[in-house]
């Protein structure tokens, strides 16, 4: 069964880079049989998909945020990575990582992460 | 790319119905069966109940179902029972390899 687990800090500056990582276990990065990707949740409201990434390294970002975001995999590690430059307060979120499905579904998901953007 | 539209609350009693709709356009919902749905409880997560529509992944209970019409998806949940009690979201394919969520609906169950 795959399991998920983000990392990362807890707390970034403003304008400063929000980076987190999923280390994926259960499952290989490398299989190609899914995408891996990146949502959020900000305080008391709705899931937003950021985007995701094939184990190739093709990357599909959500367009309200593609020009802040840079998703990397590393199949050594079994990891994949999201960097979300010039963070502000509106970033403030619960951040999950989650394997898709080429069922086009969100099959799994890590617990989640929250990340405060804050001087 | 616009969130899916959806009530924010619905309720029913035990063992009653309750049917949750996610309104989207012609670019998501209308246009691809690519539209699924989970389930968030207080402080979870989210878990995958529907997929493709009307699939549902092993192990979720039948009084899950879903279905879809022009623009508009809809999750019913069959035979309330207490621990329905959770968050619940849609999701769409939206084309050119992006996808968008629904703005949530908070079931309880009186």
């Known amino acids: 069964q795959v399991q998920l687990q983000e990392s990362g800090p807890g707390l970034v500056r403003p304008s400063q880079t929000l980076s987190l990582t999923c280390t994926v276990s259960?499952?290989?990065?490398?299989?190609?049989?899914?995408?891996w990707s990146w949502i959020r949740q900000p305080p008391g409201k709705g899931l937003e998909w950021i985007g995701y990434?094939?184990?190739?390294?093709?990357?599909y970002y959500n367009p309200s945020l593609k020009s802040r975001i840079t998703m990397s995999v590393d199949v050594t590690k079994n990891q994949f990575s999201l960097n979300l430059t010039f963070a502000t307060a509106a970033d403030t979120a619960v951040y999950y990582c989650?394997?898709?499905?080429?069922?086009?579904?969100?099959?799994?998901w890590g617990q989640g992460t929250l990340v405060t953007v804050s001087s | 790319q616009s969130a899916l539209t959806q009530p924010p609350s619905a309720s029913g009693s035990p063992g009653q119905s309750v049917t949750v709709s996610c309104t989207g356009s012609?670019?998501?919902?209308?246009?691809?069966?690519?539209v699924s749905w989970y389930q968030q409880l207080p402080g979870k997560a989210p878990k995958l109940i529907i997929y493709?529509?009307?699939k549902r992944p092993s192990g979720v209970p039948d009084r899950f179902s879903a279905s879809k019409s022009g623009n508009t998806a809809s999750l019913t949940v069959s035979g309330l029972q207490g621990d329905d009690e959770a968050d619940y979201y849609c999701?769409?394919?939206?084309?050119?390899?992006?996808?968008?969520f629904g703005t949530g609906t908070r079931v309880s169950v009186l």
């Open positions: 989650s394997r898709f499905d080429y069922s086009d579904s969100f099959d799994s």
């Open positions: 259960g499952a290989s990065l490398s299989s190609g049989k899914f995408y």
């Open positions: 990434i094939y184990h190739s390294g093709s990357a």
């Open positions: 012609s670019s998501d919902i209308g246009a691809y069966d690519y």
């Open positions: 493709a529509v009307t």
């Open positions: 999701s769409s394919y939206a084309g050119s390899n992006t996808y968008v």
